[in-house]
Nanobody
Framework: QVQFVESGGGLVQPGGSLRLSCEVT????????MGWYRQAPGKQRESVAT???????MYATSAKGRFTISRDNAKNTVVLQMSSLKPEDTAIYYC??????????WGQGTQVTVSP
């Protein structure tokens, strides 16, 4: 029902930056909230940052001051700019949307590895 195109993951050194991008190419209903979740090995999936249609953003405590989320409503795209990356940011990052039915969807994920 929702199709995603995610890009931007990879390997980066501590202190480095990465930019994750996600485009929703197909959705039967209006996208209200977009964002990113992540899941590290052995841990539960957690919200990193979300952004509503009106631009209201929410960040995990661990992301505040280091990550910036933005979106283009016309293109149904969301970008997560990550800086000052730490090894504990290593995880699979999943693009996320909530549509007008209040249904949640996640993309297939992109690996982010922060290592010397």
């Amino acid at each position: 029902q929702v199709q995603f195109v995610e890009s931007g993951g990879g390997l980066v050194q501590p202190g480095g930056s990465l930019r994750l991008s996600c485009e929703v190419t197909r959705s039967a209903f209006t996208i209200w909230i977009m964002g990113w979740y992540r899941q590290a090995p052995g841990k539960q999936r957690e919200s990193v940052a979300t952004i509503a249609t009106d631009g209201l953003t929410m960040y995990a405590t661990s992301a505040k001051g280091r990550f910036t989320i933005s979106r283009d409503n016309a293109k149904n795209t969301v970008v997560l700019q990550m800086s000052s990356l730490k090894p504990e940011d290593t995880a699979i990052y999943y693009c996320y949307v909530k549509d007008s039915r209040w249904s949640n969807y996640w993309g297939q994920g992109t690996q982010v590895t922060v290592s010397p």
